[in-house]
């Protein structure tokens, strides 16, 4: 194993240039769930180049991608996730994931016939909240998987995922529109409804578990201040530990939404963007290992505390986990104070550390799949 390792770590070094180069094009070019379609084309570049079989516009969905090398009897997958965050850009380090698993590839591929490996790369689109691999996993994705992985940036390094699962639901209301001041009995308040929601939302709380997490956003609730709102709308979340969990607690916040319409007497309309993420079934085998190939690259993982916390945010990589064996580590990129979906943390997903993280990633993965041909 340790000359396969060598050979890996060989081929991810000379790469490093065009891995750091497609990072920071990513960055400096951010593109939203669904919309990645520069990117797309642009991660799985280097694969072509090095003799990588790729297939665009994967299963039917524009902004993914697949791509393999070798056919060996272990299937290691490797992958990418490109979109940014609405409004904030690259705060939450997909331009890292993507350059990682990107050199991870390269460094598998480089021992794939010795190692008897397929090395395989996803392409996976809107993960912030669209279910790119939901998506994929119900087209056929994944199948025959030995070991599926990523790395993620966060302000520390924690090896085990352990993420909330979580629901994304768009939530309108439908009023009538009338003049505020002259004819203000005349409308109904879409936006009022929303209020009237959030109450309950915030009384619901004391309630629930305290685990659980229910948020969201207004993105629209009327457009004048002398015209009653009839049209407001809004995205929520909920979070729980499983899916199990979630199925009973998204019904009471649903209710909430329904105190809204019936207060007001608007027309609701809730619809899910995407199925429910589920929560991160780790493989043991393959985390120890992760763990130990970090270390002797010299990274350090941090202890339990605020700064580990990103472990705990939901990701489409669950429902993978739950599917064939996964790990989800994630790489401190020292942006501290700046944490996950800030602006201040998408300016340290570029720059020296970052750098180092996506190579210390490429290469702890790579060597991890080599050490699953042991198993």
Not at 23 to 35: G, Q, V
Not at 39 to 60: I, N
Request: charged share 20%; proline share 5%; net charge negative.
């Amino acid at each position: 194993m340790t000359s396969l390792k060598t050979a890996a770590r060989g081929a991810i070094d000379q790469h490093t240039a065009e891995l750091i180069r497609l990072s920071e094009r990513l960055h400096a070019d951010p593109e939203t769930a669904w919309e990645e379609h520069r990117a797309a084309a642009m991660v799985p570049e280097l694969l072509d180049r090095s003799g990588f079989a790729v297939t665009p516009k994967y299963l039917g969905l524009d902004t993914a991608f697949h791509a393999s090398f070798g056919s060996g009897p272990t299937k290691i997958a490797l992958c990418a996730e490109y979109d940014a965050l609405p409004g904030l850009g690259h705060a939450c380090g997909h331009n890292l994931i993507a350059a990682s698993s990107i050199g991870a590839a390269l460094g598998l591929a480089e021992v794939a016939d010795e190692a008897g490996l397929t090395v395989e790369v996803y392409g996976t689109p809107a993960e912030e909240g669209g279910g790119g691999k939901i998506e994929l996993l119900d087209r056929g994705a994944f199948a025959g998987t030995d070991l599926a992985m990523m790395a993620h940036p966060a302000p520390v390094d924690v090896a085990e995922a352990r993420p909330f699962a979580v629901s994304h639901s768009k939530i309108s209301y439908r009023g009538k529109s009338a003049h505020a001041a002259a004819y203000p009995e005349a409308g109904t308040n879409a936006a009022d409804a929303f209020t009237v929601a959030q109450v309950a939302i915030g009384l619901l709380r004391q309630q629930l578990p305290s685990s659980a997490r229910v948020h969201g956003v207004v993105t629209h609730a009327g457009d004048a201040p002398n015209a009653i709102p009839e049209h407001a709308s809004g995205r929520w979340y909920v979070r729980a530990e499983t899916l199990a969990e979630l199925a009973e607690l998204e019904p009471r916040v649903l209710r909430a939404f329904e105190a809204g319409a019936l207060a007001t007497g608007c027309e609701l309309t809730v619809k899910p963007e995407s199925k429910p993420y589920a929560e991160f079934r780790a493989d043991e085998t393959a985390l120890a290992a992760y763990r130990a190939n970090a270390v002797e690259l010299g990274r350090e993982f941090a202890p339990d505390g605020t700064a580990a916390r990103m472990n705990r945010a939901s990701t489409d990589m669950g429902n993978v986990s739950q599917v064939v064996p996964a790990i989800h580590p994630y790489l401190g990129i020292g942006s501290l104070p700046a944490i996950n979906h800030q602006r201040e943390f998408a300016a340290y997903c570029v720059g020296g550390t970052a750098e180092r993280a996506l190579l210390d990633g490429a290469i702890a993965l790579a060597w991890t799949g080599i050490d699953r041909v042991a198993v």
